[in-house]
């Protein structure tokens, strides 16, 4: 069976974006978003919160950093993929969205539905 790799999700960006250029000069702009979940177990409701990562590369970088601010909602698509490295001779891994598109909302527009949004991808932009 052929997999599908796609994420889509909203959620509140609770980090200040983090603006870098790799070596070969392409922009990195990484940042962090919660992502709240409500469900009922044993007839009491619960909330539950993931922090995921995400990171933009290249041209889309460049266009929406300055937009990336701790306490906008936002709503993303893009590709779950996984960065791998040893430190301390142990191995790590960690997951994240490489966003492919994103609309960062004004937080008093959300409800309204008025985002600036951010397109346009670039696919040989990725360094790896």
């Not at 702009?29 to 933009?56: C, H, M, Q, R």
């Not at 701790?70 to 709503?75: Q, Y």
């Not at 985002?115 to 696919?123: L, N, P, T």
């Amino acid at each position: 069976m052929k997999s599908v790799n796609v994420w889509a999700g909203t959620g509140n960006i609770v980090r200040e974006g983090e603006f870098t250029s790799l070596p070969s000069g392409v922009s990195v702009l990484k940042f962090t978003i919660a992502v709240n979940e409500s469900f009922v177990k044993d007839g009491v409701k619960k909330e539950d919160t993931a922090f995921i990562d995400v990171k933009v590369f290249g041209r889309f970088a460049e266009a929406i950093h300055t937009k990336v601010q701790k306490g906008r909602p936002c709503a993303l698509s893009g590709k779950l993929k996984q960065d791998r490295w040893e430190q301390e001779g142990k191995k790590r891994e960690k997951l994240y969205i490489l966003a492919e598109n994103i609309s960062i909302f004004e937080p008093s527009k959300y409800e309204a539905g008025q985002s600036e949004e951010g397109q346009g991808f670039i696919d040989d932009a990725i360094p790896f």
